[in-house]
Nanobody, 124 residues
Framework: QAQLVESGGGLVQAGGSLILSCAVSGRTFSSYVMGWFRQAPGKERELVGG????????YYADSVKGRCTISRDNAKNTVYLQMNSLKPEDTAVYYCAAGTGRAVGRSSREYSYWGQGTQVTVSS
């Protein structure tokens, strides 16, 4: 079992930046592939991106590519999502998720453990 706790959400103006953190406890953090998802009101949960166990491989959705960076610190059991040039359409609840697959999963079904989510609101 793993427990995930996100932090760092908030209200930011368009064009601004935020860094979300996700602290993971339980099983060895480095054994998890990590993903960030988001869900806006009335919309399905969608992948923002993910990172491999070692941190060498990352994947980003087209909607955030070039504006977001996912990183992890295996010594601190933490994964980060840095978001730049934020847009109002980035407004959503952001979730981190942990998976035990071999590759960076692109579907929520590939992740077994989820945080409670943190709200990000981007004002225009």
């Amino acid at each position: 079992q793993a427990q995930l706790v996100e932090s760092g959400g908030g209200l930011v103006q368009a064009g601004g930046s935020l860094i979300l953190s996700c602290a993971v406890s339980g099983r060895t953090f480095s054994s998890y592939v990590m993903g960030w998802f988001r869900q806006a009101p009335g919309k399905e949960r969608e992948l923002v991106g993910g990172i491999s166990r070692s941190g060498v491989i990352t994947y980003y959705a087209d909607s955030v590519k070039g504006r977001c960076t996912i990183s992890r610190d295996n010594a601190k059991n933490t994964v980060y999502l840095q978001m730049n040039s934020l847009k109002p359409e980035d407004t959503a609840v952001y979730y981190c998720a942990a998976g035990t697959g071999r590759a960076v999963g692109r579907s929520s079904r590939e992740y077994s453990y989820w945080g409670q989510g943190t709200q990000v609101t981007v004002s225009s």
